[in-house]
Nanobody
Framework: QVQLVESGGGLVQPGGSLRLSCAAS????????MGWYRQAPGKQRELVAT???????NYADSVKGRFTISRDNTRNTPSLQMNGLKPEDTAVYYC??????????WGQGTQVTVSS
């Protein structure tokens, strides 16, 4: 079973930046897409950004122009560059790797808090 571990979260002031990374416990095969999701207190988990194996990206409207997803080709996992952070970006961020036929792998999450 593959385990994913996110890192890079923390406390940042509004307007600041963070870069989230995701590490896998072993090699992942059959990747179809990967992405980042987030869950704020009292809210459902929501998509932040995804990137397909072919490199196509998709972003939530709320983060377009501020966040950039990329693929770490060494780790075969997604990274997320977050600029212009807002208090409403505060959430636990999860990395997700979709594979076929093995299915989805999720990390345990990393807390991002945007506050002055």
């Amino acid at each position: 079973q593959v385990q994913l571990v996110e890192s890079g979260g923390g406390l940042v002031q509004p307007g600041g930046s963070l870069r989230l990374s995701c590490a896998a416990s072993r090699g992942i095969f059959g990747i179809t897409s990967m992405g980042w999701y987030r869950q704020a207190p009292g809210k459902q988990r929501e998509l932040v950004a995804t990137i397909t194996d072919g490199g196509s990206t998709n972003y939530a409207d709320s983060v377009k122009g501020r966040f950039t997803i990329s693929r770490d080709n060494t780790r075969n996992t997604p990274s997320l560059q977050m600029n212009g952070l807002k208090p409403e970006d505060t959430a636990v961020y999860y990395c997700d790797v979709k594979t076929w036929p093995a299915g989805n792998y999720w990390g345990q999450g990393t807390q991002v808090t945007v506050s002055s």
